[in-house]
């Protein structure tokens, strides 16, 4: 059936359009290619698009995230994130797996889209039936007082939740935890609402407070400290960055000592690492391989060669 009518998003994230097929069904296109096929009934595509925003902000909200927080993992700018959740634009079509499994929500669920359930046989108790999440097969560590599920913004104020630890043997697919996490490697994302110990993290990691892992092959965002590997994407922390090389930028409180940095390099004190493909902006003394970017330090700057401009109290050539 030809399409009836075609609506293309004219931000540069949005490279999808959606198509009418007829008056109750839609498709998701990438290309010529169709990604994604719902039912609108009587609504219209931009009222679906207005869903989806809403829909954006409000598991954000839920999973206590900043919109900040939620670029990082998705390694686009805030401005993006704020235009999806005013329903300006929508995201890439790539991204959108990214966010349902950042959420723990299914497709069907980020698209407002209810799915038939098939009667059930036997009857779910009321505790199971009403858990904030969708049943996504990832790893979920809560708290419940009596018959009330704690959620991550009341942990620290609970005695018990303090001296709580999700513990976790064997290869996992994705863990949310309302504290600390401790497992071995993760195929997905790892998000806690205290520390986080564990190997290889084939995602995103994000903690309440430290972060001690492994390699790392998405972003990391700390409260505190990062301690950890190589990490293909970019690196956020409250306070202090000690990891291998990092492919990404690179944000911290305090110190950084690392490798090889592929993106720019901002810290509140001192920087140790190898060469920088980006600029560098820290409060005390940079000491680090060669820079291909401008240098800011509030101390003294000893490294190879710098692409850009310095500003520092002395420079020290190696």
Known sequence: MKARKSLKMGDPT?????????STTARLLFGKEC??????????????????GNKIATYRKEK?????????????????????????????????????????????????????????VVAVPREKSTLPWEDDGALHAVLYVGHTLIGENDVDGKEAASRITFEYEGPALNVYSAFSVECEDVEGN????????????EGNV?????????????NVVA???VSCGDVEG???AGTCVSCGDIEGAVEAGTDVNCGDVEGDTKCGGSLNCGDIN?????????????????????????????????????VIRQ
């Open 14 to 22: 949005c490279s999808w359009k959606g198509v009418f097929v007829d």
């Open 35 to 52: 990604i994604y096929t719902f039912y609108v009934a009587t609504k219209k595509l931009e009222e679906k698009e207005m869903d989806l």
């Open 64 to 120: 206590n995230m900043t919109q900040e927080q939620l670029a990082v993992l998705l390694n686009v700018s805030n401005q993006a994130v704020s235009k999806w959740e005013a329903s300006q634009c929508c995201p890439d079509v790539t991204l959108l797996p990214q966010l349902a499994d950042i959420f723990g929500v299914t497709m069907d669920a980020l698209f407002g889209r209810a799915v038939a359930q098939p009667p059930q």
């Open 190 to 201: 790892v998000a806690a609402g205290t520390n986080v110990d564990c190997g290889d993290v």
């Open 206 to 218: 994000v903690a309440g407070t430290n972060v001690d892992c492994s390699d790392v092959e998405g």
């Open 223 to 225: 409260g505190t400290e």
């Open 234 to 236: 970019n690196v956020t």
């Open 278 to 314: 980006g600029d560098v902006e820290c409060s005390m003394n940079v000491n680090c391989g060669d820079i291909e970017g401008d240098v800011s330090a509030g101390m003294n700057v000893t490294c190879g060669d710098i692409d850009g401009n310095v500003s520092a109290t002395a």
